[in-house]
């Protein structure tokens, strides 16, 4: 079974950086897909970025894009850890950050659609001030 785990959430000013880290162990079947999704208070939840840890292709929301990054690292053959950089933070970044892992990383119109009984992660909070 899949856990994961996040972390590296915090406060920062607008304009300034964070990095999150989203560890993931037990996935045994090869190269799989890491991301991260996003929900403020009162609004949906945001696909935000997602990487497919078989051949490190790269998936953004056009919100972050050119502004965050992903990336991976494989420690072993059941654990990956996913980074995202995120730059150039606004008051809109503020939100709760989510890990999530599936199989691949189906992207349709512009958005990960997501296994409904793909595991994630608790979360972790950004909060953006001014």
């Known amino acids: 079974q899949v856990q994961l785990a996040e972390s590296g959430g915090g406060p920062v000013q607008a304009g300034g950086s964070l990095r999150l880290a989203c560890e993931a162990s037990?996935?045994?079947?090869?190269?799989?897909?890491m991301g991260w999704f996003r929900q403020a208070p009162g609004k949906e939840r945001e696909w935000v970025a997602a990487?497919?840890?078989?051949?490190?292709?790269?998936?953004?929301?056009d919100s972050v894009k050119g502004r965050f990054t992903i990336s991976t690292v494989s420690r072993d053959i059941a654990k990956n850890t996913a980074y995202l950089q995120m730059n150039s933070l606004n008051l809109e970044d503020s939100a709760m950050y989510y890990c999530?892992?599936?199989?691949?990383?189906?992207?349709?119109?512009?958005?990960?659609?997501?296994?409904?009984?793909?595991?994630w992660g608790q979360g972790t909070q950004v909060i953006v001030s001014s």
């Open positions: 990487i497919s840890t078989g051949d490190g292709s790269t998936y953004y929301s």
């Open positions: 999530a892992a599936d199989r691949e990383c189906t992207i349709l119109a512009g958005h990960w659609r997501i296994a409904d009984n793909a595991p």
């Open positions: 037990g996935y045994r079947g090869g190269g799989f897909c």
